[in-house]
């Protein structure tokens, strides 16, 4: 996806065929790498609400210049909540 300022890094969070507790450790793992590589700093979370008002990480949106990641991810929840008016978006910070 390329924005007005250029490219936008994604990370998607998919739910691969293993356990729940198996996924569980891989996204705190990927939690933690997050929050200390300098590369993610700023970043936000793409997440959604489950039918159980849980709200879940999709993925996360970094590497934006101006006007940063958090106005990346907040366009992309935007444009997500248009196509799927059923489901609420949001985004959050990466920390």
Not at 41 to 50: C, H
Not at 64 to 93: H, K, L, M, Q, W
């Amino acid at each position: 996806m390329r924005s007005r300022a250029g490219l936008i890094s994604v990370i998607f969070l998919q739910a691969l065929p293993a356990s729940a507790d198996d996924h569980e450790d891989d996204l705190g793992a990927l939690i933690a790498f997050v929050r200390t590589n300098p590369l993610t700093d700023g970043g936000g979370w793409l997440e959604r609400q489950n039918v159980f008002g849980h709200w879940k990480k999709l993925a996360l949106i970094f590497g934006v210049a101006d006007p940063g990641d958090f106005a990346a991810c907040a366009e992309i929840a935007s444009r997500a909540a248009e196509t799927n008016p059923a489901r609420r978006y949001r985004c959050t910070p990466e920390d």
